[in-house]
């Protein structure tokens, strides 16, 4: 079946650095993959779509510059958390869209100290 | 728009127990209905979808749902449960766009089921 990968599985970083998640589709090419925040105990919200070779649409509320998705290839997006906060701590989790279904990440887990 | 609703956050059964999650939807179009299962600190993963046809559809790991679309639920049920079970599941609505630019999907609040020996 299809694999997605995400990179790291967990970072901690200090306030006000930047850090990168990627995900990766493995044995598949995905020209649409998705950004969701988890927090403790809640469902997921959608972040943004990324779409290869073009922009990310971000959901409302989303800050597109804190936020960067890029989606250079057909397996690989990226997600940079710029000038992160505490409030930024959470569980990001990518999907890639399959034919009539989308294919989760294992997540990573984001702590900012 | 649309929009789900997981009507119990948590719902405590005992071992081999007979259980059912609920999920409610609303959509002003047609909808793929999905169950994932999230384990702790990991990704979703589909226990079963629904596109189209059978409104009883079969799932993994001994799931099943059925799509009632006068009530528009999507309620997921095993006959008997096991303690790794315990997870995580998560109810999703997507309209019929999914495989286009702007398909995406909706997920409920999530129902914590708790296994008990």
């Known amino acids: 079946g299809a694999v997605v990968s995400q990179h790291p599985s967990w970072v901690i970083c200090k306030s006000g650095t930047s850090v990168k998640i990627e995900c990766r589709s493995l044995?598949?090419?995905?020209?649409?993959m998705f950004w969701y925040r988890q927090f403790p105990k809640q469902s997921l919200m959608l972040m943004a779509t990324?779409?290869?070779?073009?922009?990310?649409?971000?959901e409302q509320g989303v800050e597109k510059d804190k936020f960067l998705i890029n989606h250079a290839s057909l397996t690989l997006s990226t997600l940079t958390v710029t000038s992160a906060h505490p409030e930024d701590s959470s569980f990001y989790i990518c999907?890639?869209?399959?034919?009539?279904?989308?294919?989760f990440g294992p997540g990573t887990r984001l702590t900012v100290t | 728009a649309q929009s789900v609703t997981q009507l119990d956050s948590q719902v405590p059964v005992f071992e081999e127990a007979p259980v059912e999650l609920r999920c409610n939807y609303s959509?002003?179009?047609?909808?793929?209905l999905f169950w994932y299962v999230q384990y702790p600190n990991q990704g979703l993963q589909l226990l079963l979808k629904?596109?189209?046809?059978?409104?009883l559809v079969k799932g993994i790991n001994g799931f099943e749902a059925e799509f009632n679309k006068s009530q528009t639920s999507f309620h997921l049920r095993k006959p008997s449960v096991h303690i790794s079970d315990t997870a995580e599941y998560f109810c999703?609505?997507?309209?019929?766009?999914?495989?286009?630019?702007?398909?995406?999907?909706?997920f409920g609040q999530g129902t914590t089921l708790q296994v008990k020996p």
């Open positions: 999907s890639a869209r399959g034919r009539d279904e989308q294919y």
């Open positions: 044995d598949f090419q995905a020209t649409t």
């Open positions: 990324s779409n290869e070779g073009s922009k990310a649409t971000y």
């Open positions: 959509s002003s179009v047609s909808v793929y």
């Open positions: 629904y596109l189209s046809g059978s409104t």
């Open positions: 999703a609505v997507s309209d019929l766009k999914l495989s286009s630019n702007t398909g995406k999907l909706i």
